[in-house]
């Protein structure tokens, strides 16, 4: 089912809320309202800048699918597998439409030993690292450098400074996602990342609103 014109430009959060209002159809009314307004915290209008155009990719944590979703109605990726613990949201990814010709399947996996072993071109992670528990972090980074992939990972997270920001993302989750979320540098992430062997560019800021985000571009090294 073809519900806009393709490839879509998706240069502000208003144009990335339009796109996904439209392929969420079947949301339920909260569901909705938080996808719609979603793109207003998270840069998602800057993010898929960072995404080359590719065949494939693993959205891990994809939630419920908002990334993968417009990677495909931007034209970037062609397929992909998203990966995320909650059965809710799988669910609600699974109810996506995407563009004709567009393939992404979403899955179940409680934990990075039941993501897909097969190649990507490349990785996106948004916005998981906060929720995983402090002493699993740098493990997490490691699951992700493991994947089998060609290309990049586009990695963006929340920032720790300003702390009024930082406790911002940390009410807002709580409301949300009944989570109290563990934030960590992303001079320490860089480091992770470096220290598995990757080319690293960034941290860069994309702050929105009162919330930090910071954006980790790693690549492999030739």
């Known amino acids: 089912m073809k519900i806009m014109d393709f490839p879509i430009k998706a240069g502000t959060p208003r144009d990335v809320s339009r796109i996904l209002v439209g392929a969420y159809p079947s949301a339920g009314p909260l569901s909705r309202f938080l996808i719609r307004w979603r793109p207003y915290i998270c840069p998602f209008h800057e993010l898929i800048q960072s995404v080359p155009v590719c065949d494939s990719v693993l959205d891990v944590g994809c939630g419920v699918g908002l990334m993968s979703v417009l ?10 597998v998203g990966v995320d613990p909650s059965p809710g949201a799988i669910e609600t990814a699974r ?3 995407l563009p004709e010709g567009r393939d992404i399947v979403f899955r179940r996996a409680p934990g990075p030993d039941q993501w897909p ?3 990507f071109d490349s990785i996106v992670c948004i916005d ?4 995983v528990p402090p002493s699993e972090q740098r493990a997490f980074i490691k699951k992700l450098a493991q994947v089998d992939f060609t290309g990049r990972i586009v990695f963006k997270d929340v920032s720790p400074k300003p702390f009024w920001m930082a406790w911002a ?9 009944r989570q109290w979320i563990h934030i960590r540098s992303e001079e320490e992430v860089r480091r992770w990342f470096e220290e598995e062997g990757f080319s690293v560019t960034g941290p860069t800021r994309h702050d929105t609103l009162w919330y930090s985000h910071y954006l980790i571009v790693a690549e492999k090294r030739i």
Do not use: M, P, W
């Open 71 to 80: 990677l495909a109605y931007t034209g970037k990726v062609a397929r992909g």
């Open 95 to 97: 109810a996506a439409v």
């Open 117 to 119: 072993d097969e190649r």
């Open 128 to 131: 998981v690292l906060h929720h």
């Open 169 to 177: 993302s940390r009410l807002h989750d709580l409301f949300i996602s």
